[in-house]
DNA sequence: ACAATAAAAGACAAAAACATCCTTATTTAA
DNA sequence: TTAAATAAGGATGTTTTTGTCTTTTATTGT
């Protein structure tokens, strides 16, 4: 309901490889995909949009892959969120008006702002080191073994 | 973000057909769609939907189209809602795990299950009414001329 | 240098969502 | 009782999202 697949793969990718970021080698596609259940080429894809953006780093060639700087596992949610479904995506009208605003809104304006608010607090409330620490002291999962 | 197209065309038209059902004549497709700028044929499509499940009436003929019972418009929004999408879509997992629970939770779980209660209790809250009531006023709009 | 490795990039395919058009069934006014 | 009106239903088309496959580019260990 709230996210794409593909911004739900780009996330789980992302807490993935963040878990993995105490390791010095770098995490291959391959690794990251088992571990999230996730389409192989399809993800790789995600994860290109969000290396351009700077959220992720890679390294191609032997013993390459992705990995998190200290400032990229810093970064809140709502980053890789407005990456992958573009900065609109939490300000648009709920009922989908192009003409909706505050001086003449739609029927659901002022409940879906708050509903929003909630949203973008939470989003920006998370780093992605937040929930890979989840997963790694075992509080939270992404595949169930 | 939160509705699908099919779903912000079903409550718009629902909430405009709301809005007319003070009157005797019956709101016919080609005025909803104009009313609230959606795609005829598609728009019918999910009216039908809507009046399988009881949450319209309709009727065919001279003078057909489609109101409201006064019980049909005390009809709270999620009730819309989940005819359109689906009971399961207020219950999904947020990052789309199939195994996520509150046993092995996913590491957005909390977080996502207390917004999640947001839009359900707004969407609980308010009645089709409410909204039709709130365009009757001018107090919001579904289309500005 | 060279072979192996791994991400990046591009072309293509399938499925789902969104949308249109045409026919059918029902109702009613004349 | 018939013609017109209107929703229902079915077939089809388009676009977007989701997913796969192949080739290219960069890196590195030997």
Redo the contacts with the bound molecule.
């Keep these: 309901m709230l996210?794409?697949?593909?911004?739900?793969?780009g996330i789980r990718a992302a807490v993935y490889i963040a878990s993995q970021s105490d390791k010095t080698e770098?995490?291959?596609?391959?690794?990251?995909c088992e571990n999230i259940e996730?389409?192989?080429?399809?993800?790789?894809?995600i994860?290109?949009i969000l290396?351009?953006n700077h959220l992720?780093s890679?390294?191609?060639?032997?013993?390459?892959?992705?990995y998190m700087t200290a400032e990229q596992l810093q970064q809140p949610m709502i980053v890789l969120v407005e990456a992958i479904e573009g900065k609109e995506v939490l300000s648009k009208c709920g009922l989908g008006l192009k003409a909706c605003s505050e001086v003449e809104p739609c029927p659901l304006h002022n409940k879906y702002a708050s509903i929003r608010n909630n949203i973008k607090q939470m989003l920006s409330g998370v780093t992605i080191k937040d929930m890979a620490v989840s997963l790694q002291t075992g509080k939270a999962f992404l595949k169930i073994d």
């Design positions: 996210f794409s697949k593909t911004c739900e793969y770098k995490t291959g596609i391959e690794e990251i996730a389409p192989r080429h399809f993800t790789a894809k994860l290109q290396t351009r992720l890679s390294q191609k060639g032997v013993n390459g892959g992705f």
